[in-house]
């Protein structure tokens, strides 16, 4: 029974708080559609939606002034 409790705090503090963490911080695009991503791959969602908002910055097209 102590090991089940030990697997589901290592489990709350490794995938579940990063990836609202995550999905919180960045708010330029769907929350829900992040945190869906976040939760269900884990540390490999986060680092996935990361990359997003990463070429999302870089990558954006030119505005032009009117």
């Known amino acids: 029974m ?3 409790a030990g697997i589901l705090v290592l489990i ?3 995938w579940i708080m990063p990836a609202l963490f995550v999905s919180s911080e ?3 695009g769907n929350k829900a559609y992040s ?3 976040c939760l269900l791959l884990g540390p490999v969602g986060i680092i996935i939606i990361l990359i997003i908002e990463y070429a999302k910055t870089v ?7 009117p």
Not at 59 to 65: A, K, N, S
Request: aromatic share 10%; charged share 15%.
């Open 26 to 28: 960045i708010g330029t």
């Open 2 to 4: 102590e090991m089940l």
């Open 35 to 37: 945190m869906t991503i």
């Open 59 to 65: 990558f954006q097209p030119e505005q032009e002034t």
């Open 12 to 14: 709350l503090m490794f």
